[in-house]
T-cell receptor, first 115, second 112 residues
Framework: AQSVTQPDIHITVSEGASLELRCNYS??????LFWYVQSPGQGLQLLLK??????LVQGIKGFEAEFKRSQSSFNLRKPSVHWSDAAEYFC?????????????FGPGTSLSVIP | EAQVTQNPRYLITVTGKKLTVTCSQN?????MSWYRQDPGLGLRQIYY???????DKGDVPEGYKVSRKEKRNFPLILESPSPNQTSLYFC???????????FGPGTRLTVL
């Protein structure tokens, strides 16, 4: 079945440590890819997106993500995590080949940051 | 200020009592969407609209209705709410499905 998966339900990292959040999709063609962040009690905010071109994309708040076609992955990274990064992170996909208008979100990864 | 507004923010109701959650955006966006957020399931798209009078089903449309009579408004209607529709609902708008979506603050709905 076509889907977006985020294998890690919850991750805890120490402040200053590096971070990688995983996202995999199972759509045949390269979809449009997004990462959103939801801070506690807030709506969602776009961190970055990938449509085409350079497979390493830079986003806001020091985040970056790398698209790997061979692995159907779009993992989010940050070299040094700050306490304010504690939030829920969602990967999202517009399938394109099967639908240009639907947006499919993954189940989310909750990030805790230890001081 | 560019924003998406939703009302009400919190609602407790009973099974079968029709309700409407309003959504309005002031960015002249063509694409609008409704999502529900449930623990462990992320956001699931209920309905979306590509433009005025153009709507389509998302992944979980059962039990919901929408309309898009004006570009700025996209209300979500629950004709006969049931307890399994207890959830956190988000409205979002964007230029298109593959542009950045701007989210409203959310509506927490409890159906008893």
């Amino acid at each position: 079945a076509q889907s977006v998966t985020q294998p890690d339900i919850h991750i805890t990292v120490s402040e200053g440590a590096s971070l990688e959040l995983r996202c995999n999709y199972s759509y045949g063609a390269t979809p449009y890819l997004f990462w959103y962040v939801q801070s506690p009690g807030q709506g969602l905010q776009l961190l970055l997106k990938y449509f085409s071109g350079d497979t390493l994309v830079q986003g806001i708040k020091g985040f970056e993500a790398e698209f790997k076609r061979s692995q159907s992955s779009f993992n989010l990274r940050k070299p040094s995590v700050h306490w304010s990064d504690a939030a829920e992170y969602f990967c999202a996909v517009v399938p394109m080949k099967t639908s240009y208008d639907k947006v499919i979100f993954g189940p989310g990864t909750s990030l805790s940051v230890i001081p | 200020e560019a924003q998406v507004t939703q009302n009400p923010r919190y609602l407790i109701t009973v099974t079968g009592k029709k309700l409407t959650v309003t959504c309005s955006q002031n960015m002249n966006h063509e694409y609008m969407s409704w999502y529900r957020q449930d623990p462990g399931l992320g956001l699931r798209q209920i309905y979306y609209s590509m433009n005025v009078e153009v709507t389509d089903k998302g992944d979980v449309p059962e039990g919901y209705k929408v309309s898009r009579k004006e570009k700025r408004n996209f209300p979500l209607i629950l004709e006969s709410p049931s307890p399994n529709q207890t959830s956190l609902y988000f409205c979002a708008s964007s230029v298109s499905s593959y542009n950045e979506q701007f989210f409203g603050p959310g509506t927490r709905l409890t159906v008893l």
